[in-house]
């Protein structure tokens, strides 16, 4: 599997963004699909998710200015974030998580190589 995402750059506070993340090659079963974000100097974490439920889930922290959908029949999601913030500055990651059923259950964990958003003030 290849994540490619795209639709980061710098942009001004108060405005907002859209990321995709396209999928490709071989799916097994979804466990996890959506994002992470790493600031400069901390972790990577996540910030919004489709679990195998397709229902969306956000990280505590943001919340409120971040949409998560997706379009199944392109094998893509995006991350609308309303309102940029400066802490919103990081390397946005997208993340699939799959489990083989034919490999014994395998889980497969795929990351994106990352798209930056830098907010300035």
């Known amino acids: 599997v290849q994540l490619q995402a795209s639709g980061g750059g710098t942009v001004q506070a108060g405005t907002s963004i859209r990321l995709s993340c396209v999928a490709s090659g071989n799916f097994f079963t979804m466990e996890f699909m959506g994002w992470f974000r790493q600031a400069p100097g901390d972790k990577r974490r996540m910030v919004a998710g489709?679990?195998?439920?397709?229902?969306?889930n956000y990280a505590e922290r943001p919340k409120g200015r971040f949409t998560l959908s997706g379009d199944s029949a392109k094998n893509t999601i995006y991350l609308q974030i309303d309102d940029l913030k400066p802490e919103d500055t990081a390397v946005y990651y997208c993340n699939l998580r799959q489990r083989d059923d034919d490999s014994g259950g395998r889980i497969d964990n795929f990351w994106g190589q990352g798209t930056e958003v830098t907010v300035s003030s």
């Open positions: 489709f679990t195998s439920t397709g229902v969306p």
